[in-house]
Each structure stands twice: as C-alpha cells, then as structure tokens.
C-alpha cells in the first residue's frame, strides 16, 4: 500500500513538473501595432534557443548559440542572415553644455524652476531636455544616437514634431525599464545588442530575435516597441533638422 502511495506521489510530481515546460514552449499570440504576431520556443537546452516566429510577411526561425551568442534567422530553411551579438552595458547619457554659440540660443536663465528630462540608458542614446524662460519661451536639447546635440526654440512650426520627438523618447525608456524589470540588466544589456547589430526586418523577425536570446515574449515584445519607439523619435529628428 505504502508503495503504491509513493509512486502515486511521484507520478503527480512528475504531471506538475511538466506544465510549466510545456506552458513556456507552447505557441503564443500576440498583437503590435494591429499585427498579428505567433511565436514559439521550439528548443531550449544549454546550447540553442530557437523560436519558430510568424506574421503577414511570413513565419521564420531564430536560432541562438548560447556558446557563441550568435543569432541566425532563417525563412523556409533558408539563412537570412546571422550576427554575433554582443552585450551592451548601459551609457548614460550626457547633458551637453549649451552655449550662445548653439543654434537657436535663448538668452534668460539657465535654470529655470520648470523642466523636464528625460533619456535611454541603454538603447539608442535617446535624449530630450526641455526648458521654461521666464520670458516664456520654450527651450529643447535633444539627442538621437551619435548625433549632435541640437538646442532649439520651440516655435508653431516645429512644436508638433519636437513634441513627437519627447514622447517617442518616453515611450522608449518606458519600454526599456520593462525590460529591466522582467530580465534584470543583463537582459537589457542583451537586448541592447540585438537591436544594435545588423539584424534587421520587421515584427516577427525583431521579436524572434529578441525572444531567441532570453526572457519572455512580454519582454521582447517590450522590446521590439523600444526599437519602433526609437525609428519614431529618428522620423522627428530629422524633419527638425
């Protein structure tokens, strides 16, 4: 009786270990930006981690070297492309001194008791800074990657895409720190490398890839809207320019 007990107990046992393997390989569906997007882990051992990925431009598998941090992304068995990934720690980024040699100078206080600022530690070196004259006119350091820092007085005209430009920002740090909060920093710093290197394309291939190299699909989908976030804040960029 005492045996039949015990391998009744190991049976259950194994039954409730099981469910979160399947639950974390099993097929999921997500929607983006209107899109339809079904993703899988269809391997997950201590070499490789392959996703099966799928939208309207069609289904594609990621496969990740745990070993070497390579990501390949295939389309119908065909290799798409591949690139070794390489973690990026987090940079802040810097509050540029403004000078009255920047464009678009505005005489009055340099600090004024009203302003904000905000900014991407870890992806795309994202960056705004608002300021409020006492003669009420509005003041704007903005950053996109590498690019130069330009200051500029908010006028009728560019109010639009300057205001565009802040809340893609926003959006993209928001996205960032939900990454941070499900993966931890290494994550984010991995996340970070893939969205730095060549891979390239759209939903399903972005999400494959960043689902390929850890975390959940909640985290990646985080951060493929990090990186729209951050192709959003380019468009206003550059018509400000």
């Known amino acids: 009786m005492k045996k039949w007990i015990s391998s009744l107990l190991t049976l259950a046992l194994t039954f409730m270990m099981a469910v979160p393997a399947f639950a974390e390989t099993g ?3 997500s929607v983006i930006n209107g899109e339809t997007i079904t993703t899988e882990i269809i391997q997950d051992d201590a070499q490789y981690r392959i996703v099966e990925s799928s ?3 069609g289904t594609y598998t990621t496969k990740f070297n745990k070993s070497t941090n390579e990501v390949s992304v295939y389309k119908e068995g065909v290799l798409q492309q ?3 990934i390489t973690p990026i720690e987090p940079t802040p980024t810097p509050d540029p001194l403004v000078t009255k040699d920047s464009p678009s100078y505005i005489t009055g206080p340099t600090d004024s008791a009203a302003y904000t ?8 070196d994202l960056y705004y800074k608002v300021t409020f004259y006492e003669n009420e006119t509005v003041g704007w350091k903005i950053s996109l990657s590498d690019q130069a820092y330009p200051y500029y007085k908010e ?5 639009d895409d300057l205001e565009g430009f802040r809340e893609a920002v926003n959006t993209a740090e928001t996205k960032e720190d939900t990454v941070l909060a499900l993966g931890g920093a290494s994550l984010a710093s991995l996340y970070a490398g893939v969205l730095s290197s060549g891979i390239t394309g759209g939903l399903s291939v972005i999400v494959g890839a960043l689902l390929a190299v850890g975390g959940s699909l909640t985290a990646a989908v985080a951060g493929f809207e990090a990186f729209d976030a951050n192709r959003d804040a380019e468009y206003y960029y550059y018509r400000l320019k």
């Open 27 to 29: 097929a999921q569906t």
């Open 117 to 124: 600022e905000k900014g991407t530690d870890y992806w795309f």
């Open 155 to 159: 006028t009728s005209t560019n109010r």
């Open 82 to 84: 591949s690139e070794v």
């Open 55 to 57: 939208d309207s431009t």
